[in-house]
């Protein structure tokens, strides 16, 4: 039995990357989406083959064709429709982030645990090839033991449009939008979390959008990580460096979606260097959940994983606001 997927926000995302998933997977079917406006539900259904379009994503969690709900809509407005697709019994893969803030990320994650359904998060960055490798040797021991991590990501210096420059809609600026992803890689690199941080917004520690969030972590293993994910730098190169007691890990020009670069792992006297490209990042995301659903598993990126995140970005929102060392997750 192939999942039944419902989509509710069909703008770029959507378009571009998450229906040409559900629709490219063998294990998925595209049966209905929701926008706010009829016509353009209709047209984004004819172009991606659902069986139904509508207006009301209430309406939607009662068609018994969806198995399991894609959200693709602003960012805070994430952990009211994940409740709602919750107790409809409708597994969720919600975009990042859970929600603006850990409180109602939290709940979200409540919800899905009380309704026995999946919560899996579009965190794409960790199904690029290159990186199951280098988790796979980070845990191997081929670099020994993690000592520090840099790593950068950006689209580039457009400054965000639309829902992003409302902060009640996007809760952070770049933070949320480019950010969030290298968080997340870490931590699934490291198998290890954040426990302090401290962070510098170039718009200084006003309420205002960052387009650049600059941030320094403390892994619980005692790595320590820089992480630099903004929307401000035009000739960004999206690369991660990681340093172990014994060797390192380069991934040039590979932390964004679409690229193509190199990987090098250097263990002791062996070096092993190879091309990958990352163009297939959302369809192994749409697959591995739809395939963790079939099977019963937990997903990967996991409903967890989404709210360790946006605890990690209170903290970093709290720490560039006050100018403080801030804990994360307290
Ligand atoms: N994983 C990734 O790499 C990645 C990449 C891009 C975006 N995202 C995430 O995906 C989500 C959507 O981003 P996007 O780039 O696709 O944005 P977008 O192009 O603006 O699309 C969002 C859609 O949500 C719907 N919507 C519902 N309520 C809305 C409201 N109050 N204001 C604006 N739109 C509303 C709109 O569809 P209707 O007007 O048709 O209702 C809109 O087209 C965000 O959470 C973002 O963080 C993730």
Redesign the pocket.
Known sequence: MTIGWGII??????DS?MAPAITGDANSRLEAV????EG??EAFAVKHGAAAAGTSYEEMLANPQVDAVLI????T??PDQVVAAARAGKHVLC???LGGIAADAARALQACKQAGVKLGI???TRHHGCFQEARQAIAEGRIGDVISAQVDASPGSDPPG??RTDAA?AGLGAT??IAV?IYDLIRFLFDDDPTEVVAMFESGRAEQLERLPMVLMRFSRGALVYANGNQLTPKPLNDLVIHGTRGRIDARGLTR?GQEGRMRIVSGEDETEREYSSHDA?ARTLAAFSHAVSEGREPNPSGLDGLRSVQLTDAIRRSAREGLVVPVGE
Request: glycine letters at 10%; one cysteine or more; aromatic letters at 10%.
């Open positions: 926000g069909i703008g770029r995302i959507a990357a929701v926008s706010r406006d353009r539900a693709c809509t602003p960012n407005l994430h975009d990042k982030p579009n965190f794409q639309g829902w809609l949320n939008n992803h979606p959302y």
